[in-house]
T-cell receptor, first 112, second 113 residues
């Protein structure tokens, strides 16, 4: 039982490059989330998915796209990376709201 | 306006003492939830405690308790009998609606031996 896993752990991109962050959970949770964490700003919700096949915007969705591939997997895509997207990205999952949300270990992304 | 406000960037507490971490929130939704998470230096987010807006009693989980004052819109975390392993960042968060979550900027807690 791995919980929530994220790949990769670290990534460096050049401005304009694209990449997909992968997230998977093995807890049979319905809801999944993507957050970014910037110094001094806490976590901010980018997108969430309440169930397979549905996605909704969070607080800071601009510059990102998501796909809920199946119940287990929820990916985050940066089509054209910008330095402002340098951050630590966390994926989380939960049965349904309310809690708790279980978080993955995070992906540290640097865009140069 | 900030949805979650944590006014204490850093706190120190003596080992075995109790400490209160402050959190105020802003919402007009009658149904909401309040959470606290711990983030050690290793970076993972660890769920500590949850309080629903309709819950009559303050939530408790072991050494953690949530002091919920609805009229004041505050949800302070109380850690009793602090341990060295409690040194970490602590985040207050709110669920608004079904799946909108908002986090505060965090409080860094240092436990002094």
């Amino acid at each position: 039982n791995a919980g929530v896993t994220q790949t990769p752990k670290f990534q460096v991109l050049k401005t304009g490059q694209s990449m997909t962050l992968q997230c998977a959970q093995d807890m049979n949770h319905n809801s999944m989330y993507w957050y970014r964490q910037d110094p001094g700003m806490g976590l901010r919700l980018i997108y969430y998915s309440a169930s397979e096949g549905t996605t909704d915007k969070g607080e800071v969705p601009n510059g990102y796209n998501v796909s809920r591939l199946n119940k287990r997997e929820f990916s985050l895509r940066l089509e054209s990376a910008a330095p402002s997207q340098t951050s630590v990205y966390f994926c989380a999952s939960s049965y349904d709201s309310p809690p708790p949300q279980y978080f993955g270990p995070g992906t540290r992304l640097t865009v140069t | 306006a900030q949805k979650i406000t944590q006014t204490q960037p850093g706190m120190f507490v003596q080992e075995k003492e109790a400490v209160t971490l402050d959190c105020t929130y802003d919402t007009s939704d009658p149904s909401y939830g309040l959470f606290w998470y711990k983030q050690p230096s290793s970076g993972e987010m660890i769920f500590l405690i949850y309080q629903g807006s309709y819950d009559q009693q303050n939530a408790t989980e072991g050494r953690y308790s949530l002091n919920f004052q609805k009229a004041r819109k505050s949800a302070n975390l109380v850690i009793s009998a602090s341990q060295l392993g409690d040194s970490a960042m602590y985040f207050c968060a709110m669920r608004e609606g079904w799946n909108q979550f908002y986090f505060g900027t965090g409080t860094s807690l240092t436990v002094i031996p």
